[in-house]
Structure formats: C-alpha cells, structure tokens
Nanobody
Framework: QVQLAESGGGLVQPGGSRRFPCAAS????????MGWYRQAPGKQRELVAT???????AYADSVKGRFTIPRDNAKNTESLQMNSLKPEDTAVYYC?????????????????WGQGTQVTVSS
C-alpha cells in the first residue's frame, strides 16, 4: 500500500510563514495528483491546493497568492508553503494523493490520506 507522511505543523503568529512536506512511500511508481486539504473545528474538510504530475495547479480562493505547492515527481513528495498566515488558516492539514501507479498488484490507485498535522495561527 501507500503511506503519506506529513510533518511541520505547530503554532504560527499571524503574518508568519510555515512550510511542511509530505512524502509518499510504499509500492509507488508515480502519482497523478497530490494535494492538501484542511479541516477546521466544526467545519467540513476542504481543498487547499492540488498539483498534477504534469504541473497543473489549483488553489482555493482563500489561499491564492499566499500558499504554494511545490512537488518533486521523482521523489513522490510535495510541500505546502504557507505565507501571510491568518487566524482563519487554523486547521488540521492533510496530505492527499490519488491516481497511484504501483509495481504491486494489490496496491489501489487511491485516494490516500496522511494522518494530518495541526496548524494554529494565533498571537
């Protein structure tokens, strides 16, 4: 199967920045789409940003111009670079992957989720 590992959450002051990576491991040859979702307390999980293997990117309107999503296809990793953070960015952030090509017959194409990392924006 496929595992997604995130790291790097924590407390950030408003206006600050934070970057955290996500690495896919397991029987992975390539991944079509990777991305980030977040879930704030009392709210549904929502899309933050996605990037396809050929570099097409989509951002939620609320993060456009502040967040970027670099990706390394060769290493099956992605990151979320968050700048100009606001209190409303406080949430658990989840790494996501779908459309997995694998050398293992039993590995499904996805979707896969990381365990989530808490980001709190507060002074």
């Amino acid at each position: 199967q496929v595992q997604l590992a995130e790291s790097g959450g924590g407390l950030v002051q408003p206006g600050g920045s934070r970057r955290f990576p996500c690495a896919a491991s397991g029987s992975v040859l390539s991944i079509y789409i990777m991305g980030w979702y977040r879930q704030a307390p009392g709210k549904q999980r929502e899309l933050v940003a996605t990037i396809t293997r050929d570099g097409r990117i989509a951002y939620a309107d609320s993060v456009k111009g502040r967040f970027t999503i670099p990706r390394d296809n060769a290493k099956n990793t992605e990151s979320l670079q968050m700048n100009s953070l606001k209190p409303e960015d406080t949430a658990v952030y989840y790494c996501h992957a779908d459309g997995v090509d694998s050398f293992a017959y039993s590995t499904t194409r996805g979707p896969y989720w990381g365990q989530g990392t808490q980001v709190t924006v507060s002074s």
